[in-house]
């Protein structure tokens, strides 16, 4: 992790060809998040985050506050008494959903916004293709799958989305006969044994060139990087993000090995998946999402995993007077710097141990503070606090004034993770944060109401059924802004709530899809009235007898070499053909 010196030091010979850059492969060498970039050239930077462009970036600023954020945050003399003034920029763009749909346009229509049908274009190529690989590897035949087709695949999803609705705790249970648990339309739409098929050869990528590790154009992520390709440039376009946002991690509960999968016994989530989030503090709109697979090969500090975590989830931002808000594992000097000399301002808790942080501030030299008592120390607008509430909390900020006091008037859970307690007097920048920690928030919440997906012991399915339902989230979100909170056309309720938009969206994806027992059942319910003038007849169906399927409708065990080869069911001579067509 370099030293964060700027690369414009006022007291140097002004020679910019002389000033060192960390280079491309500095750069590749910390690689462990994920990006819609392309890992398949290894020649090329093979990092997940693309740091092609950040060279660029260092040798230009968007604008300047002084030249008192280029000497080193290090030195005894970087820090001052909190007496300046800071500058903070209006924030002016144009912000919010971005698309061209009107007032007709219903749920699906906003949910191919963020995921498209060539999506599901690609999860039927993919699967097909899959299916084929393993039974050429298993050296037999599957007789029981067929090709998929885009129809089945979205009704697929739509079954997973409806799965998160009606929670059993078994898959199969949704096609139980049991008339209090067995769900009708999942029974119409595919059989138990297709869903399972389906479910087995998932797949969104070509297992056939997957490259290994330590070979050329190995991606951690191959396996989900088709998804990532696409949905993370829909989430960026589809919305324009407001002026404050928030940076967070979430965690995906998982059951399957993955190596990056992080052991958290303090929190509620003990084991799961991490991924990085910029989300709107108001909506809690998500505009991007960076998964953590694993910490480098060196031992690094923390804070260089959350400093280039926040810089590649806030590219694109740039000159744009944006106001980031972040939790303590990301908020250090170095990298509130950084992002104000790129036009952004960031406010935070911070471990007070960390590096650039005041001396003077540090528990060791404050020595024990009374309630809503506190100190700052500026450096132009990098302003530290520490303070005490409920605890010592330390903080640094670029968007608000020292000295700044206030109250605050609502309870927030943000706050009382950092130490702040309801009704306190505290200083701005925290009050501030207290306001605007919520992004990230806001979106779990929406997202864990409903999951998509069942556990599985595949990680990669994890991802999947994640992003599937941060698009459905995100869709949520589109709507609701653009139309005002107007339901779609044929709602009756009084309100249009997340819980309805994924119901409507479920059945838009299923749509009149029937499988193969769904077909067959419709034709013996058409021609109940006379089955043999439509080629139903009671004739011998192999040398081997099987159950007769009306006598297992009733609960009893008959067995019969007969049956209808239309329906391709075994039935009893006698009653059971007329019974069970009508």
Known sequence: ?????????????????????????????????????????????????????????????????????????????????????????????????????????????????????????????????????????????????????????????????????????????YWASDIFIGNAGFKKTMTARRFEKLTQYLQLCDREFEPGRGERGYDGLFKVRPLLDVVENTMWDAYVPNRCLTVDKCSIVTKGRFSPAQYMPAKPLRKGLTVWMLCDSRSGYCHRAKIYVGRPVDDEVAASVGYRAVTSLVRGLEGQFHHVFMDSFFTSVPLLQRLLRNGI?????????????????RPRNIGKLSQGEFYQCQRGNLVATVTRDLKVVSCLSTNSAPEGEAHGDEESDSMESSGASYGMPRPLPLLLYQE????????????????????????????????????????????????????????NGKQFTQRHFRVRLAQQLIGDYQGARGME??????????????????????????????????????????????????????????????
């Open 436 to 491: 605007n920690m919520r992004g990230v928030d806001l979106c779990d919440q929406l997202r864990e109401c409903y999951q998509v997906g069942r556990p599985c012991k595949k990680w990669w399915r994890y991802f999947l059924w994640f992003y599937v339902n941060l698009c459905i989230v995100n869709a949520y979100i589109i709507q609701r802004e653009s139309r005002g909170g107007t339901p779609p056309a044929g709602f």
């Open 521 to 582: 059942r419709a034709a013996r319910k058409r021609h109940a009235d006379s089955p043999v003038e439509y080629g139903h007849r009671l004739e011998r169906m192999s040398e081997r007898s099987r159950r007769c399927r009306n006598c297992t409708n009733k609960g009893l065990r008959h067995e019969s070499v007969f049956g209808c080869k239309i329906c391709n069911v075994h039935l009893c001579r006698g009653g059971c053909f007329s019974e069970f067509h009508k």
């Open 1 to 173: 992790f370099w030293e964060m010196k700027s690369r414009f030091d006022p007291r140097a010979d002004g020679d910019h060809e002389k000033r060192r850059h960390p280079s491309e492969e500095e750069y590749a060498e910390d690689c462990y998040y994920s990006t819609s970039t392309n890992c398949s050239d290894a020649t090329s930077n093979d990092s997940d985050i693309d740091f092609s462009d950040l060279e660029e970036e260092e040798r230009r600023s968007f604008f300047c506050f002084g030249d008192d954020l280029d000497d080193d945050c290090a030195s005894p003399d970087f820090w001052g008494e909190p007496d300046q003034v800071i500058s903070i920029e209006p924030f002016s763009a144009v912000c919010g959903p971005q698309h061209s749909l009107g007032d007709d346009a219903d749920t699906r229509d906003y949910f191919r916004i963020l995921f498209p049908d060539s999506l599901f274009e690609h999860m039927v190529e993919q699967t097909n293709k899959y299916a084929l690989y393993r039974q050429r590897r298993s050296g037999k035949s599957d007789p029981h799958w067929h090709p998929t087709d885009v129809r089945e695949m979205k009704a697929y999803v739509g079954l997973n989305i409806l799965m998160g609705i009606n929670q059993l705790p078994d898959t199969g249970m």
């Open 345 to 361: 301002y960031a406010c935070g808790p911070t471990q007070p141990g960390r590096k650039g942080y005041p001396e003077v501030l």
